[in-house]
């Protein structure tokens, strides 16, 4: 069964570096999305990401954050320069289709960054 | 106000028995769904239930909506030790205009061999 990938399974970090993160959505969905689980708390949405641009973006989602999708195979989250607060697990989602289509969304295994 | 709350936090079960989870949220959904996370893993889509449909059934689970009280419960039966995971309820908000899930605080399930 086709499955979202992420790299790498843990990143640390110093504060005020930049940290690239990475996955690959399943091959046919057009739909991708980034949500965060601080530890302890609730998954929470960060930025949806459809035709090449951003659909939606969540409060969380500063100026600190960006998405690519380089190559039609990758899609990127990437911090500019990490907070204490970042420290978190990050996981990848992507679905065939968008909003309204009642359409399961699929997470990888997430990437567990550690700002130190 | 909090969307997505689910009771109860934390479950112990003896292997064989059933387990029953339940949600509550706050706005109109368009569907809601289920979640299972294996500590330190991602999350497993389980199934998805629409805002017209009452209930739903997949293998060992079976659930349920109640969109007058904005609650769905997820019933597992005859759990066995490989399940034992977190599991949360998500909710796509209806109107058809935003993709993101919002996600409850979780049920730790426990079963015991």
């Known amino acids: 069964e086709p499955e979202v990938t992420q790299t790498p399974s843990h990143q640390v970090t110093q504060m005020g570096q930049e940290v690239i993160l990475r996955c690959v959505p399943i091959?046919?969905?057009?739909?991708f999305y980034w949500y965060r689980q601080i530890l302890g708390q609730k998954v929470e949405f960060l930025v949806s990401?459809?035709?090449?641009?951003?659909?939606?973006k969540s409060e969380i989602f500063d100026d600190q954050f960006s998405v690519e999708r380089p190559d039609g195979s990758n899609f990127t989250l990437k911090i500019r320069s990490t907070k204490l607060e970042d420290s978190a697990m990050y996981f990848c989602a992507s679905s065939a289709q968008g909003a309204g289509s009642n359409q399961p969304q699929h997470f990888g295994d997430g990437t567990r960054l550690s700002i130190l | 106000s909090q969307q997505g709350e689910e009771d109860p936090q934390a479950l112990s079960i003896q292997e064989g028995e059933n387990a029953t989870m339940n949600c509550s949220y706050k706005t109109s959904i368009n569907n809601l769904q289920w979640y299972r996370q294996n500590s330190g893993r991602g999350l497993v889509h389980l199934i998805l239930i629409r805002s017209n449909e009452r209930e739903k059934h997949s293998g060992r689970l079976r659930v349920t909506l109640d969109t007058s009280k904005k609650s769905s419960s997820l019933l597992i039966t005859a759990s066995r030790a490989a399940d034992t995971a977190s599991y949360f309820c998500?909710?796509?908000?209806?109107?058809?205009?935003?993709?993101?899930?919002?996600f409850g605080t979780g049920t730790l399930l426990a079963v015991q061999p």
């Open positions: 998500a909710t796509n908000d209806g109107g058809g205009a935003t993709n993101k899930l919002i």
């Open positions: 091959s046919n969905h057009l739909y």
């Open positions: 990401f459809y035709n090449n641009e951003i659909s939606e």
